[in-house]
């Protein structure tokens, strides 16, 4: 185990996961999604019931396995190990999510034993997956800080309609209204933009969008 307060590396992380991986010279573009699949990812998980809950077919919607079936064992085998949260229609208990209510994938259980816990894929394939769950641990993080951003806007807008309609009219107040009406809708499009679409880069996306994956501490 790390020393405390040491940075967590992901090379080594991931050289310790997956045989053969210090030799990729090509690591980090390897295993990024490309933008036309994390787009294709973030579309199909919200066609599900719980979006923020990674679906059975996410591994065979990014093109990282070749069957569903492939798919839903991948997804069972992460489920098993702790490593992401199934949706509570699975029918396979949610558990606790990893912070707050929102975030469902935790990498922090990634360990040396995942190479064989999914030895029926490629070692490329699984490098892919590891990518993916990056990219979507980071996804729930971002919709999770729009929650909050959400929920601030719309404590002010009750905060607004408690106060006497008169009052707030005499002071402008029509003009905040439109303003937080105004911030609430920015809030709504940013939810649904796909990454390629974002102004921002995402992290685990293709070349040229950000193949920095995140610091994590031990």
């Known amino acids: 185990m790390a020393a405390p307060n040491k940075k967590f590396s992901w090379t080594r992380l991931i050289t310790n996961a997956i045989p053969n991986f210090a030799n990729d010279a090509n690591t980090s573009q390897d295993i ?24 059975e077919n996410a591994f065979f919607i990014t093109g990282i396995v070749g069957a569903e079936s492939v798919s839903l064992k991948v997804w069972k ?12 229609e699975s029918g396979k208990g949610g558990g606790n999510p990893v912070k707050g209510e929102q975030v469902t ?13 999914h030895a029926t894929i490629s070692v490329h394939a699984q ?3 590891v990518g993916l769950l990056f ?16 929920e601030e806007i719309l404590a ?14 005499g002071e402008g107040g029509e003009s905040g209204g439109r303003d937080l009406e105004v911030a609430l809708e920015s809030v ?7 990454p390629s679409k974002r ?9 040229g969008r950000g193949h920095e994956l995140p610091g994590y501490v031990r």
């Not at 490309?34 to 919200?46: C, G, N, R, V």
């Not at 641990?137 to 909050?148: A, F, K, P, Q, T």
């Not at 709504?188 to 796909?194: D, F, M, Y």
């Open 32 to 55: 990024n999604l490309s933008p036309a699949h994390a787009d294709l990812l973030f579309t199909y998980q919200q066609t599900l019931s719980y979006p923020r809950y990674l679906g």
């Open 77 to 88: 085998g992460l489920v098993k190990n702790g490593i992401i949260l199934p949706s509570p």
């Open 135 to 150: 990219f979507w641990e980071e996804e729930c993080v971002r919709l999770s800080l729009l929650d909050s951003e959400e």
């Open 105 to 117: 994938v935790n990498t922090r259980n990634i360990t040396s034993n995942f190479a064989n816990q």
């Open 199 to 207: 102004a921002e880069d995402t992290a685990n996306v293709g070349v």
């Open 156 to 169: 002010a807008v009750r905060e607004r309609e408690g106060v006497g309609r008169g009052q707030v009219e």
């Open 188 to 194: 709504r499009i940013r939810r649904g933009l796909v």
């Open 127 to 129: 490098r892919k997956v």
